[in-house]
């Protein structure tokens, strides 16, 4: 049974934060991240593993 058998996880991600705007009291930028998942089920009859990727794409501003 998938859900009372043990599982293995990997998770690997990353991020990137550009900034678009040059002026240094109220910045603009882009910020990425990535996060990809591997999960490896070991007693699972029909489910043996599962792959997942979660993306999130902001603004961020500051204002005064």
């Keep these: 049974d998938r859900e009372l058998g043990s ?3 990997l998770t690997v991600g990353g991020g ?9 009291h109220a ?8 996060d990809g998942i591997f999960t ?3 007693d699972a009859l029909y489910l043996t593993d599962r792959r997942a990727v979660f993306s999130a794409l902001s603004v961020e501003t500051e204002f005064d």
């Design 27 to 34: 910045p603009t930028s882009v910020l990425l991240q990535v």
């Design 16 to 24: 990137v934060k550009v900034r678009l705007s040059g002026q240094a």
């Design 40 to 42: 490896r089920y070991v």
């Design 7 to 9: 599982l293995n996880t």
